[in-house]
Structures are given as C-alpha cells and as structure tokens.
C-alpha cells in the first residue's frame, strides 16, 4: 500500500493490459483504461463485443486471464486471482439484472449500504437520492410492486448512496421509456459529479454515451478501438468502424488522382494518400448542404430528390447525385429544419469537409 498523497495523485481505477478468456473464447484482449475521481468512463460498443465482462473484472466478480486491476495503488486483481472481492472494494455496482431485496422497502433497500452512519443520516441520505431519482414517493412500496424502471431507478440509488469511489454500472437507464430516459439520465450525471465519483458505465448507445462520457473506450470484438472525449470520436474518427457506430453515413469509393477523389458530390481532396491509392469516402448524411435548382428543363443532368422526410428538426433527403463524369451515387443528406423538396426536384450538392472522412482501402 502507497502513502495516501501518493494514492490520489493516481487514477482512481486502472485497467492494465487485461485479457479475459473462456475457453477458446476471447472476452477482452488487451484492455488499458483508466478512470479519475470526478471522471466518467463510457464503455461502448455492439452487443457481444466484451463491455460486460470487462466491467465485472473491474468489479472484482471476474479474475482476468492476464493483466492486472488497480483501485489507486493497490492492485486487486491479478491474472486467475481476485485478490480484493467486490465488497472489499469501497464500489458502487448497478448491473441490468441487480435485484433488490425483496423482503425490505424501497427506502430500505436504498439504505441497506449505510450501515455505518447514525439511522436518522441513514434514512436522510437514502430518501434525497430516491428524490433525485424521482422515487420519494414510493419509499414504503416493497420490490415487486414496482415497474422495470422503478426498480432499476432504486437499484441506481441504492448503489449511489454509500458515494463510493467507483461506480460500475452495466446499461442502468435501458428499462426506462424515451423521456424519463433523459431525466434519469440527467439526474444521474449530476449525482456521479457532485460526489467526485470515478464511473465506468456500460452502454450499446451511442447517444448516450456522447451524453455521460468525459471520454468513450469504443470496443470491438473484445479490444479497445478508439478511446477519446465524444467529439474526438465523432469528428476524428480512428478507423470505418468508428464512423459507422455513430450513425449511417454515405460510403463511396475511388481511386486518388492528381490528389483528388472524384465522386458523385465532386472533387475531394486527398491530402496524405499516396497517388493512385484506393480511398474509401465516408460522408455522415449531416455534411451534404443542398440547394434546390429552377426546375426550368436545364438542369436535367443535375441531381435530383428522390425522397424526403421530416425527422423533426431536422429533415432526411434521399438524394440521387450525379457526378461530373457520369457517375451515380444514392446519398443521405440531414438538412436542418423544415426543407422538403418534392421528387424530382434538382438539387445542387456540397459538402462540409469536416464531416467527410477518407481512409486507405
Ligand atoms: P451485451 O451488450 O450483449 O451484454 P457485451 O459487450 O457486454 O454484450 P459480454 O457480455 O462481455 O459482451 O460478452 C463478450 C463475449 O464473451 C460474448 O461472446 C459472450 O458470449 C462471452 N462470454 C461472456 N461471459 C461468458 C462466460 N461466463 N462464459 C463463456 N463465455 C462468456
């Protein structure tokens, strides 16, 4: 164990170089994360790609294979050993299948980790987290007369409530509706950042990790593919599978010549591709600026709308665009606002370049 100033100076949880395997099975290959007090560490990725597995070696319910788990200084799990348990650890945990007791109230099972504290602190810390998660009124209620997004909202405050110095938590808001989705999502964050809370949280939504993270580890097939703030990852995207996590885009291919690419939306530079190089475009349907053309005859070789919709506040075209040298490409493009031209409307096209990413074939 390090002298306590030592300690802080540290990340509060640190992955080193951790493997998980079943069998044949790779879970996790060579994971390295690490989480500050105060930060939130969003775990994305597509169902199967290992986020689980590697929370519970963070909770201490699941040795790694290799590779080793920090909490500050002290180290807690070594290949095929925990060598601190879960309820050694001073860690918030709220997994999707987290059952509350089912013989203690609401306002029990909120308590239930504050054994240490006098009873009248006990019930006040548990009952301002049931109104943070706007559950106060049901504190006398008992487990099995709550809905899915009751109980998971309790078991939220539940794991909150001791202020651990980690919070783990495995897709928390996925049993709640659209709306109160947001809010808990919302409440949730402020609570995380009012008690300096290091949280690793699990998620297969984009969106809401853009929304908790202070940085993203987007996994793929058990490894880390790119870990950065939400705006790295959406505006410099590491590799294809980056880009298409965070929503359909508009994929197009062709060679680099003269340090261009043509496609059908016109000349792209490419800069840093060697000539002659096969480049794949990836435009998010956002870069695609449209502008409507007198639809006076002249512009019969122009591009055209195929298709549009109104998404809210935004608007979805579907555009055929026509290049320069005869080729075709269908396209998406998000316009803001109301803009709904009909079909058949000739449109002209140009692109924000900074939503437009190349990479090497
Ligand atoms: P989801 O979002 O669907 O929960 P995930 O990203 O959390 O997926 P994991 O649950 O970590 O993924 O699973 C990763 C892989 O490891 C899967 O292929 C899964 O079948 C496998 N796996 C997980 N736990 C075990 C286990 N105890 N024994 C064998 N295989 C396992």
Redesign the pocket.
Known sequence: SLPLDEKLARPVLTLDHVHCR??Q?K??SDVSLHINAGEVVCLL??????????L?VAAGLQAPSEGSVFLGGDLVAAPGHVHRPPEQRNVGLAFQESALFPHLTILENVSFGLQALPKHERKSRAMHLLDRLGMAGLAKAYPHTLSGGQQQRVALARALAPAPRVMLL??PFSSLDARLRDQIRDDTLHVLKEMGTATLL?T?DPEEAMFMADRIAL?RE?QVVQTGAPAELYCNPADPFVVNFFGRVNVCTGPVRNGSVLTPVGHLQAHGFPEGSEVTVMIRPEAVRVSALPDDGQNQEASHVVMSKLLGSSSLLHICAHGAEGQEMHLHARVPGVFLPPEGQPVSLSLDMSKVFMFRQ
């Open positions: 079943f069998g099975h879970a996790v990725g597509p169902s199967g790609c290992g986020k689980t597995t590697l519970r495995d897709e699990v297969h996994m058990g």
